[in-house]
């Protein structure tokens, strides 16, 4: 098993659980550390029942994580073929976003049955109604926006916070309702500043409202230069605020854990089936798989109607 791609809090409940459960079904289960990086390098441990105590509730991964562009070569992958079968590895469960399933992809053609789990703080996996972090990424935006609202308002200013997202407006779409965001700015639809955020301030301000918050994905541009135009246009003192990194870290959420936990789990359970070439995924709030081909053939898009309910009561 291995954690790829950007790190997720949930990570370890996932790792837990593939640990515990694959033991129980009789495997013996080895970690490979940092990812496909790790793995062409030969980072393995092997991994009992007590390497996996009290990692439950702790954010990160205890596998370390990496990215490895250079696992897109071809020789690349046949040589973490390799690599698998001169230590005994059989099947390989990697947990990480898209990229991360694509590399299972590849090792599963070249014959090593691979389980993908989705984690990633973005949750923008198409196939997956949920990916492990996302649920503990918008409660801590949520946390820090909550703060900075009560100095916002005291002063009565605009903040404009800028969270994750470089494709994915998910995490700014669900902390921005969930901090009552004037306005929230995503990579998925175009924005127009003066439609979208400026009239919406002068109408509210008319209304009796006096501090504002503005969300945006990072993907949409830089915090720091729309709350310059936001002030620039209207007057209001506005600050921008990078959240960055503290939102991938953090214990994870208990619905992040139980999640985690029922995803690592149903990964061991395909791997006993004999199954490969497959992402476990939450649809319709079961835990269940579909092939990794069917799963990156799919594209994500923002859930309109979330985004319009966003739309009709920040006003
Ligand atoms: P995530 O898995 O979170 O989307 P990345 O897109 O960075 O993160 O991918 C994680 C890792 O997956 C990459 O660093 C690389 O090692 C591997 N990967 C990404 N794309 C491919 C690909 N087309 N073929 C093989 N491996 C890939
Ligand atoms: O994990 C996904 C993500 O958080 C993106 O939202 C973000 O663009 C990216 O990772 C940043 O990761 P890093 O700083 O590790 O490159």
């Known amino acids: ?7 997720a809090p949930g990570m370890n409940a996932a790792v837990r659980a593939v640990v515990r459960m694959g033991i129980k079904s009789g ?19 092997d991994m009992h029942l007590r390497s996996v105590s009290d990692i439950l ?15 897109k070569e071809e020789w690349n992958i046949a040589r973490a073929k390799e690599i698998c079968e001169g230590a005994g590895i059989e099947a390989l469960v990697t947990i990480g976003g898209d990229g991360t399933f694509r590399g299972a992809l590849e090792l599963t053609r070249r014959g090593l049955p691979c389980i993908g789990v989705p984690g990633t703080i973005d949750n923008d996996i198409a196939a997956s109604q949920y990916t492990v972090g996302f649920d503990t990424a918008i409660n801590t935006v949520v946390q820090m926006v909550d703060r900075v ?40 639809i175009p924005f127009n500043l003066e439609r979208d955020v400026i009239t919406k301030m002068v109408a509210t301000l008319r209304t009796g409202k006096q501090h504002f918050i503005v969300m945006l994905a990072e993907g949409v541009g830089s915090a720091v230069d729309i709350a310059e ?32 936990s029922a995803m690592g789990h149903h990964a061991v359970e395909l791997i006993a089936e004999g199954k ?35 739309g009709d009561i920040s006003i």
């Open 229 to 260: 135009k936001i002030e620039s246009l209207t007057g209001i003192e506005t600050q921008p605020v990078v959240l960055g990194h503290v939102q991938r870290g953090g214990s994870p959420t208990a619905l992040e854990r139980v999640v985690a």
């Open 276 to 310: 490969s070439g497959r992402v476990v995924v939450q649809r319709d709030g079961r835990v269940t798989d579909l092939p990794i081909e069917e799963a990156l053939s799919m594209s994500k898009t923002i859930d309109m109607d979330l985004y319009r309910i966003a």
């Open 149 to 188: 609202r009560d100095t916002s308002q005291s002063h009565d200013r605009c903040s404009v916070i800028e969270v994750m997202g470089r494709h994915s407006g998910h995490i700014a779409l669900y902390a921005g309702i969930a901090c009552g965001a004037l306005a929230i700015l995503v990579p998925e």
């Open 57 to 71: 509730q702790r954010g990160g991964t205890v596998l370390y994580s990496a990215r490895c562009p250079e696992f």
């Open 1 to 7: 098993m291995l954690t790829s791609g950007g790190d």
């Open 27 to 45: 495997f013996h289960v080895i970690g490979i550390e940092r990812g496909y990086a790790g793995l062409l390098e030969n980072e393995m441990r």
